[in-house]
């Protein structure tokens, strides 16, 4: 996948998971889904991804040996970034926000799973 083209998809998949978020007060008003910082972590973890892709993506493309390693170094990069901001999160707040821990893991699931399909579609074209 040229970068370019997951340019696209990401800017698309990030305008589908924004919708989503946009309507899930509007589905169920009654209930509380999102954390107060719900945006904040939803721009972080978006920008964090980006990131990891191009550092992988540039990786993959520099030298082709190494292309796992560059996608390992890159989601792990994301990994303690992600931690030192839940833990940055969790002493500033000492009260248990169990909604800031489900909108954070499950927002960094979903990032990571469309990272690691675009990354491994560049793995499957080497290896044709």
């Not at 009654?30 to 920008?47: E, H, M, P, R, T």
């Not at 550092?55 to 520099?62: D, E, Q, V």
């Not at 969790?90 to 699931?109: A, R």
Request: with cysteine; hydrophobic share 60%.
């Amino acid at each position: 996948m040229s970068l370019q083209r997951f340019i696209s998809y990401y800017i698309l998949y990030t305008a589908i998971l924004a919708g989503i978020a946009i309507a899930l007060p509007y589905v169920f008003p009654s209930i509380n889904l999102l954390a107060d910082k719900f945006w904040l972590i939803f721009g972080f973890l978006s920008v964090l991804t980006f990131i990891a892709y191009i550092l992988a993506f540039l990786g993959i493309k520099h030298n082709p040996e190494t292309g796992v390693m560059a996608i390992m170094g890159s989601i792990v990069l994301k990994l303690i970034f992600s931690m030192a901001v839940v833990l940055i999160y969790s002493l500033n707040h000492k009260e248990k926000d169990l909604l800031f821990v489900f909108n954070f893991f499950s927002l960094y699931l979903l990032f990571t799973c469309f990272e690691i399909f675009g990354l491994l579609r560049n793995l499957r074209h080497q290896n044709k």
